[in-house]
């Protein structure tokens, strides 16, 4: 099996910044491309920054200058880093990961999520 462990949130002030990280785990064969989303309450979840294999990267306008996605293939982590935060980027936090594995049947790819960390922006 796969696990994805999310670390990092917590509460901060407006300005400040937190770093988080989603290391995955388990039978990995190959881990394609990694993402972070966010939920806020009473929103919908939405992507904040995702990167491909090969490191390239999109973000969506409301973090980009203020976020950077990272990440660790050695180590099969993917990192967030998030400066100039705001109240309104206070949500939960989930990475996502398109995860292959080797099977009794040969390779089969999906998607894993982690369980979430809560972020707080506040003074």
């Known amino acids: 099996q796969v696990q994805l462990v999310e670390s990092g949130g917590g509460l901060v002030q407006p300005g400040g910044s937190l770093r988080l990280s989603c290391a995955a785990s388990g039978s990995i064969f190959k881990i394609n491309g990694m993402a972070w989303y966010r939920q806020a309450p009473g929103k919908q979840r939405e992507l904040v920054a995702a990167i491909t294999s090969a490191g390239s990267t999109n973000y969506a306008d409301a973090v980009k200058g203020r976020f950077t996605i990272s990440r660790d293939n050695a180590k099969n982590t993917v990192y967030l880093q998030m400066n100039s935060l705001k109240p309104e980027d206070t949500a939960v936090y989930s990475c996502?990961?398109?995860?292959?594995?080797?099977?009794?049947?040969?390779?089969?790819?999906?998607?894993?999520w982690g369980q979430g960390t809560q972020v707080t922006v506040s003074s």
């Open positions: 996502n990961a398109d995860i292959t594995r080797r099977t009794n049947w040969g390779l089969s790819s999906r998607d894993y």
